[in-house]
């Protein structure tokens, strides 16, 4: 079988669960696709807390003193893949470092200390949010994936992206192409 290719680059888009998905670690999970070309893709998971890890905990751990305009943003499972490394989504007002990662949508993904510190010392990005860990795709798997109906595609939005609302992330994804969460079946199907 060859392989299938998806016309579109998919970065700075979001993945939306379908409610088959047999992957435990991905049910009801809204991704943001941070990078996509034919060697694969790479994306964060912006609706689950990462279990038993906060931001003050993380800085502690790190060594990151915190002052008392520290910003408290809330720490997200990622993914599966190199689940200690932590990659900061945020709004691209701010660049501290030049090894950031453009992200389609007014986006950067940054993965070094400074963002930390600036965050913890009350400054950096308007908006951010820190995942441990990443969801990444070898060639044509996210393409296969599509295409078995595990995942539905829409545009990414600040208001999704950003908010503290995790438990309500993926049906307001859902909500923003139109899909009644309550009436999408589990079972998939091909006309």
């Known amino acids: 079988m060859g392989r299938v290719e998806i016309a579109e680059d998919l970065a700075g888009r979001m993945l939306i669960a379908m409610p088959g998905?047999?992957?435990l670690r991905f049910?009801?999970?809204?991704i943001l696709i941070c990078a996509h070309s034919p060697e694969g893709a790479m994306g964060l998971i912006v609706n689950k807390p990462a279990a038993e890890m906060s931001f003050a905990g993380l800085l502690e751990q790190l060594g990151i003193g915190s002052t008392d305009?520290?910003?408290d943003i809330r720490v997200r499972f990622g993914g599966p893949v190199e689940r200690g490394r932590g990659f900061v989504l945020h709004s691209d007002d701010w660049s501290?470092?030049?090894?950031?990662?453009d992200v389609p949508g007014n986006l950067r993904l940054t993965a070094t200390l400074d963002i930390l510190r600036a965050l913890a010392g009350g400054e950096g990005p308007a908006q951010a949010l820190l995942a441990l860990g990443y969801s990444g795709w070898g060639p044509g798997q996210l393409e296969d994936e599509i295409l078995r109906n595990d995942w539905l595609?829409?545009?990414?939005?600040?208001?999704?992206?950003f908010s503290d609302m995790d438990s309500a992330k993926w049906a307001g994804?859902?909500?923003?192409?139109?899909v009644d969460p309550v009436t999408l079946s589990g079972a998939a199907g091909r006309a």
């Open 96 to 101: 501290g470092d030049e090894t950031a990662m």
């Open 21 to 23: 998905m047999g992957d």
């Open 69 to 71: 305009r520290g910003r």
């Open 27 to 30: 049910q009801r999970s809204v």
């Open 173 to 178: 994804a859902l909500r923003r192409i139109g």
């Open 153 to 161: 595609i829409c545009d990414a939005g600040a208001e999704i992206l």
